[in-house]
């Protein structure tokens, strides 16, 4: 039986991957410091923790559901703990990228992240529809990335990566950086500002008299149908009105060396400022 050591289990991350795992036949083992997320383990879950010398004898697997700024803090502290051979598994790239875990061989180094549920989906169910952040109820994809260590351990990070994200559809194999392309870079540097800039529009045409819901409302909707077009959800073309606001309204908002933010130096520096 897999022995894995969830750092973090009762923090905002670790409690949802807690949940998951109780459904395996892992045997995990729950470190939190916080009193007040081991009694919302204890309470929720019915789950005690361990410290990390317990949790870390002979564990196969570590897993860290612990913020970006201290992984690197954590990982370091539990170091000379980690046998030969132990698989570290990292819930995003930033700090594997930015070089903030331990210089050894002899360690698995696992990275795995959820892409969270489409937005283009067959979800029927309540709970469902209204899990947007995957983990509980709604479908989801996930990344996985074998940053060094033996092939073989992809396949055991892989089962991990699906139990902890479930109920998981595609599971796609990246590398780091590719990763760390896909975030910070296109979900946060690129889609969360401009997902920003449609509220601020949003609330200007609020300020300009147009009723809030009525704005809310007709934004929205045109998402639906405007990003189903834009990703081939569905077979249609805009209507020549749409294209001609589109020809000028992206120099209008863009920068036109805007895709300068996946270049290597700003992906890094942005992975600095987060972590």
Same mark, same amino acid.
């Given at each position: 039986m897999t022995s894995i050591a969830l750092f973090g289990a009762g923090g905002k991350m670790g409690y949802r991957l807690s949940l998951n795992l109780k459904a395996t036949s892992f045997d995990v083992r729950h470190v939190e410091l916080s009193p007040a997320g081991r009694d919302r383990l204890k309470t929720g879950l019915g789950l005690d923790c361990v410290d990390s010398d317990k949790a870390l004898a002979d564990a196969d697997v570590v897993v860290l559901a612990v913020p970006d700024t201290i992984i690197g803090k954590v990982a370091a502290s539990i170091n000379e703990q980690l046998k030969p051979g132990t698989m570290v598994v990292v819930l995003d790239a930033a700090a594997p990228f930015a070089g903030h875990l331990p210089k050894r061989d002899d360690l698995t180094y696992f990275v795995t992240h959820p892409c969270h549920p489409p937005i283009f989906n067959d979800e029927? /169910?309540?709970?469902?529809?209204?899990? !947007?952040? @995957?983990?509980?109820?709604?479908?989801?994809?996930? $990344?996985?990335?074998?940053?060094?260590? &033996? /092939?073989? !351990?992809?396949?055991?990070?892989?089962?991990?990566?699906?139990?902890?994200?479930? &109920?998981?559809?595609?599971?796609?194999?990246?590398?780091? /950086?590719? #990763?760390? =392309?896909?975030? &910070? %870079?296109?979900?946060?540097?690129?889609?969360?500002?401009? =997902?920003? $800039?449609?509220?601020?529009? #949003?609330? /200007? $045409?609020?300020?300009? %008299?147009? &009723?809030?819901?009525?704005?809310?409302?007709?934004?929205? %909707? !045109?998402?639906?149908?405007? @990003?189903?077009v834009i990703f081939k959800e569905v077979e249609g073309v805009f209507s020549d009105a749409c294209n001609k606001a589109i020809t000028f309204g992206k120099p209008a908002l863009m920068q036109p060396d805007w895709k300068r933010v996946f270049e290597p130096a700003e992906i890094a520096a942005s992975i600095q400022r987060i972590t």
């Open positions: 029927f /169910e309540h709970a469902a529809r209204h899990d !947007h952040f @995957g983990g509980l109820h709604a479908k989801q994809h996930i $990344v996985n990335a074998l940053m060094q260590g &033996p /092939e073989a !351990h992809y396949a055991v990070g892989e089962e991990i990566a699906r139990a902890i994200w479930a &109920p998981v559809m595609r599971s796609h194999r990246v590398t780091v /950086e590719q #990763m760390a =392309l896909l975030e &910070p %870079g296109l979900s946060e540097t690129v889609a969360a500002t401009l =997902l920003d $800039v449609m509220r601020e529009a #949003m609330d /200007e $045409v609020v300020a300009r %008299g147009v &009723p809030e819901q009525a704005a809310r409302d007709f934004l929205l %909707g !045109h998402l639906n149908v405007l @990003g189903a």
